[in-house]
Nanobody
Framework: QVQLVESGGGLVQAGGSLRLSCVAL????????MGWYRQAPGKQRELVAA???????TYADSVKGRFTISRGTAENTIYLEMDNLKPEDTSVYYC??????????????WGQGTQVTVSS
């Protein structure tokens, strides 16, 4: 059984910073890639940032230069450092992991979501 555990959301003023953390708990898997998505009320879920197993990163245009995704020293852990936050960054942020298992099976897993609210 695999579980993604997120932490670090909250309320911050515009221009402030937050750091999100996500760890994939379980056994017998390799993570192919991990990342963060967000979904605001009435909008589709969108990619914020992703990092491959080899460390290649991808960012949404709206967060480039402000957000940084990284891998932790602990296995299957990622962070999202969010700086210069704007009110339009307000959303529920979801951790995502693409995991592969013995036998070649691969699945997508999602965290429960953490609220980020940026006040103007």
């Amino acid at each position: 059984q695999v579980q993604l555990v997120e932490s670090g959301g909250g309320l911050v003023q515009a221009g402030g910073s937050l750091r999100l953390s996500c760890v994939a708990l379980g056994s017998m898997f390799n993570d192919n890639d991990m990342g963060w998505y967000r979904q605001a009320p009435g909008k589709q879920r969108e990619l914020v940032a992703a990092i491959s197993r080899s460390g290649v990163t991808t960012y949404a245009d709206s967060v480039k230069g402000r957000f940084t995704i990284s891998r932790g020293t602990a296995e299957n852990t990622i962070y999202l450092e969010m700086d210069n936050l704007k009110p339009e960054d307000t959303s529920v942020y979801y951790c995502h992991a693409g995991l592969s298992f013995p036998g070649g099976l691969a699945y997508d897993f999602w965290g429960q979501g953490t609220q980020v609210t940026v006040s103007s």
